[in-house]
Structure formats: C-alpha cells, structure tokens
Antibody, heavy 122, light 112 residues
Framework: QVQLLQSGAEVKKPGASVKVSCKAS????????MHWVRQAPGQRLEWLGW????????RYSQNFQGRLTITRDTSATTVYLELSSLRSEDTAMFYC???????????????WGQGTLVTVSS | DIVMTQSPLSLPVTPGEPASISCRSS??????????LDWYLQKPGRSPQLLIY???HRAAGVPDRISGSGSGTDFTLKISRVEAEDVGVYYC??????????FGQGTKVEIK
C-alpha cells in the first residue's frame, strides 16, 4: 500500500534551517508528484510547493521564495523540504502529500504523510 | 490568488442527521467542463485525507453518504447521515489557478 513516511520532529533556533524528508513506498515514485503543505497551530492548511519527481521541476509559493527548496532522490524514493532563515512563525506541522498530474495540470493530493512538527524557538 | 471562504466555521451535528458545508471561491473554478475544487477531512490528530475531487468525485473508500456539488464559485459538501467518524475539520481547496493551491479556513464538525 502507499506509504509516505516523514522524518521526526525538529526544534530549531531562529535563523537556522531545517530539512524534512518524506520516504515514499508502495508505488512507482516517478509516476506521481509530491507536494508540501504546512499547518501552523490553529491555522488553515497552507500550500508550500511541489516537485515533479520525474523531471525535478519545482514550483513554490511566492510567500516562501528564496527560503524554500524541494528536492528529490529517485534512488531513495525520497523527497526533501528545506526551509531556511527560520522564524517563530514557521512553527508548524509539515506534511508531504502525493499527487497525480492529470489533464490540464490538475492535481489533487491523494495520500499524505504523517506530518513532521517543526518548532522554532530561541 | 484565489480566496476560498467556508461557512460555517463550526458545525455541531446530531448523529443520523444531515450536515452541509459551504465553500465559495473568489473566482469561477470551471475549466473544460470540470470544477477544480477538492474537499479534505482532517480527523483529530491525523493527517488530512482526500474526500472529493473535481467538486463531485468521491475518492477511493469514501462512503456514498458524503457527496460534493456546486458550480462556478459556490460549492457544497453534504453528509446525508452524520456518523461519529465524520468529526474533524473539513477544508475546501481550489486547484484551478496554481500555484498556489489555496485552502478555505476549515469547518470544524463535532457531535452535539
């Protein structure tokens, strides 16, 4: 069955960087794209970015341009999110989510990881 | 960016009774005969899960008492008979003008 296994919780100081991993299994890795979504405490879900795992194409939310990098390792069937220059407002649960790229570029998120809590505190 | 607005934000429900959640987008979500609107449920302490895609298509494993409808800028998620397992926060999200995918504020459904 499809599984997305994320790395464990992180505690970082303001200004630092964090790298979260998402290990995929149970399907052909390059047949699906991967998205990252976060949820700050008490807030709505916020889309961060996505990667086409077949060709390494990425797109990011403009809110994170310059701070966010999404990469993938096809041999390890793993996608990574790296967020730099962390501030307290970045404290959130981060989720990876698999998506199918359909007609006209439509994508929906059909499987989600368990989440990784990132806490930014001095 | 397209803005998504849900109502109500809180919905107390009685088991066995119907429930309905509204989602409105700031622009039409129609393209090529489809509406690019999805619904997700985040159960307490869990990751979100896909319920409905393209406004009215149930995802695998979703019971048929849950349905989606709507057109243009107005969409509705309906539960014909609420069960205890339906509690959680429901989110609509637009997938038309991306990036970014933009979510509604969420509607918290709880048992009375």
């Amino acid at each position: 069955q499809v599984q997305l296994l994320q790395s464990g919780a992180e505690v970082k100081k303001p200004g630092a960087s964090v790298k979260v991993s998402c290990k995929a299994s149970g399907y052909i890795f390059t047949d699906f794209s991967m998205h990252w979504v976060r949820q700050a405490p008490g807030q709505r879900l916020e889309w961060l970015g996505w990667i086409n795992t077949a060709n390494d194409f990425t797109r990011y939310s403009q809110n994170f341009q310059g701070r966010l990098t999404i990469t993938r390792d096809t041999s390890a069937t793993t996608v990574y999110l790296e967020l730099s220059s962390l501030r307290s407002e970045d404290t959130a649960m981060f989720y990876c989510a698999r998506a199918t790229i359909g007609d006209n570029g439509y994508q929906h998120l059909d499987n989600w990881g368990q989440g990784t809590l990132v806490t930014v505190s001095s | 960016d397209i803005v998504m607005t849900q109502s109500p934000l809180s919905l107390p429900v009685t088991p066995g009774e119907p429930a309905s959640i509204s989602c409105r987008s700031s622009q039409s979500l129609q393209r090529n005969g489809y509406y690019y609107l999805d619904w997700y449920l985040q159960k307490p302490g869990r990751s979100p899960q896909l319920l409905i895609y393209l406004a009215s298509h149930r995802a695998a494993g979703v019971p048929d008492r849950i349905s989606g409808s709507g057109s243009g800028t107005d969409f509705t998620l309906k539960i014909s008979r609420v069960e205890a397992e339906d509690v959680g926060v429901y989110y609509c999200v637009q997938a038309l003008q991306t990036p970014p995918w933009t979510f509604g504020q969420g509607t918290k459904v709880e048992i009375k």
